[in-house]
C-alpha cells in the first residue's frame, strides 16, 4: 500500500513556473515507478510524465517535453515535477501516481495514464493568460 499527498499547486502567469511535489509512504518507494497525469475541467485523465524506480529513464507527453522535468529522490520518498514556460492550456488538477510495474514490453505502456495501481488526491494548476 502507498499513499499519495501532492503539493505546490496554485495560480500562475502564462509563461511562469510551478514545482509539484508529492510526498509517498511507505517503505518501498524505490520500488514503484511513479508518474504525474493531469485532468482538465470535462476532460479525461491524460498522461504527463513518468519516471522508473531508480530515476534514469524518464518519459514525457508530447505536450510538455522540453518545459517539464520529473525527479525523484528516493531518499526522502517524493517524487517532483518542475513545470516552466506554463500555458494556460496545462490548467488542470495534476495527480500523483504509483506503478508496481517498473517494466513493459510494449512501449506505449510507458505513455499511459491508466497503468497506475496507487493516486494522490490531486492539486490544481491554474494558469491565467
Known amino acids: 500500500q502507498v499513499q499519495l499527498v501532492e503539493s505546490g499547486g496554485g495560480l500562475v502567469q502564462t509563461g511562469g513556473s510551478l514545482r509539484l511535489a508529492c510526498a509517498a509512504s511507505?517503505?518501498?518507494?524505490?520500488?514503484?515507478?511513479m508518474g504525474w497525469v493531469r485532468q482538465a475541467p470535462g476532460k479525461e485523465r491524460v498522461f504527463v510524465a513518468r519516471i522508473n524506480p531508480s530515476g534514469d529513464r524518464t518519459y514525457y507527453a508530447d505536450s510538455v517535453k522540453g518545459r517539464f522535468t520529473i525527479s525523484r529522490d528516493n531518499a526522502k520518498n517524493t517524487v517532483y515535477l518542475q513545470m516552466n514556460s506554463l500555458k494556460p492550456e496545462d490548467t488542470a488538477v495534476y495527480y500523483c501516481?504509483?506503478?508496481?510495474?517498473?517494466?513493459?514490453?510494449?512501449?506505449?505502456?510507458?505513455?499511459?495514464?491508466?497503468?497506475?495501481?496507487?493516486w494522490g488526491q490531486g492539486t490544481q494548476v491554474t494558469v491565467s493568460s
Open positions: 501516481a504509483a506503478d508496481s510495474v517498473s517494466w513493459s514490453a510494449s512501449s506505449t505502456y510507458y505513455y499511459s495514464a491508466r497503468v497506475y495501481d496507487y
Open positions: 511507505g517503505r518501498t518507494f524505490s520500488s514503484y515507478a
